[in-house]
């Protein structure tokens, strides 16, 4: 029986389901060559079509946290590769490094990852490789690994048989000045800041893909490279994502000379002790390098490429707020709301005073609200008292923000919250909060914050660390009421 990542690559697939006695039949026509792959017990060939029983992919699906049974093309490659938890089981396997002026770490790493493996959890052939480095690092990495002729990638893929990795030109990435210029040599804090953002938007765009499973290596570059590499990926980083260090044994190491150990003999001289070696004899390690993952603390338009550029700056500053307490002040005289840095959304009177209402709560401990249903007339008494409330609560806000009139018309008409009146505010506050915070948004938006039927929503911030100025002396809102 094919497993079920091998079954999300195939061609054709055909379904027919009978129920009986809780019993199905999934049929699926199989190419030859995955035939071969998967020989079929006899009484099951029936000309290369095997009979799985749904019961089994069933299991095989559950215990891969995937759904086999929705659509047999697409569903069930989404399901594979939610499912993949190794980097060897992904489509496309990245390995990303920087690199100097010493190209053999591209090698040395490649040779550590697919031929000794010495110190690696699982094979990795990479499909692809992407460096990061200067002009002067790219042009050595161009000449000393693909040269047509004598490059030594395309020597070690020859030598050990490496088939189907992608490393040409254009995935050398050069670091560019703010004005364009490729950078020599990092010199400066500006071209330190360039590399940074470099490496960190080629971290998050490749962590994006959820078919791809992502190698760094930290052999190469400078140190401030290889700590933004490093940190980049803790910021990106998924559980599938790997992180290492490559370690070749003296009097190898360094050496201009060496690329990798040769299958062969291979005579490099090594100047400071006046004498040849062999290449062959060298010893190559690759150190799995354990890391933080942080990505999910990350706000999802960071985490996504909707905003365009990921600069280095921004990414650490938002998570850091991120996992910092949120913390608002309400600014009833000025109309706006004010975070923790000191930025400022400016609201309407409506969505002020619906905020307010909804901080108020939060700030008393009260129950998370239930967003009314749709159907005023089919709310249990119990209910349109709630939304009742609601609306009574609402109009407190209403009064402490200075706006009473032109406010909550649908309201006064029904007596109580409303759905759409409900979604309305909560929408218009979200859609403000992005545009003037991005992506700490979603710490200061009205969300969901208990599970349920309907879920419960509310503000997650501390009850101590909202603040409302401007409001007039008088009793807090909602305290009249216990809801």
Known sequence: MPHLQDTERLPHIRQTFRT???????????????????????????TGIIVIRIRQISQAASN??????????????????????????????????????????VTETLYALTVERTGVREPFLPTEVHLVTTAEGAQDARLALLDPKDGWFRRLCADYDLQGIQFTQEQIHIIH?????????IRNAAEHEACADLITDLVRRFTVADDAALHVSLAGGRKTMTYYLGNALTLFGRPWDRLSHVLVNQPYESNREFFYPTPRTQRIYVQSLNRYFDAREAEVTLADIPFVRLRDNLPSQLRSLEQGLAHFTDVVTAMQQALEPAAVRIDLDGGAIEIADGRRVPLS???LAFYLWVAQRTR??????????KTPKRWPPQQRALYADYADEYFEAADHAGAREGTGIELRAERAMTNGFFHQRKHSIHDLLEQHLGPLADAYAIRAIKPGRPAGYGLKIAPERIEVVGAPTSTPVGAASGA
């Not at 000045?177 to 040599?185: C, K, L």
């Open 177 to 185: 000045d703010e004005q364009g210029n490729a950078v020599d040599d």
């Open 349 to 351: 009177g409506a969505d």
């Open 20 to 46: 009986k006695q809780n019993t199905a039949s999934c049929v699926m026509l199989l190419p030859s060559r995955q035939r071969q792959r998967n020989p079929v017990p006899r009484g099951q060939e029936c």
């Open 64 to 105: 891969q946290g995937a759904s086999f049974m929705n659509s047999p093309q697409t569903n069930s490659k989404q399901a594979a590769l939610r499912s993949a938890t190794s980097p060897h089981q992904f489509p496309r396997r990245i390995l990303l490094m920087v690199t100097g002026r010493t190209p053999q770490v």
């Open 364 to 373: 008393q401990g009260r129950e998370p609200l239930r967003i009314p249903g």
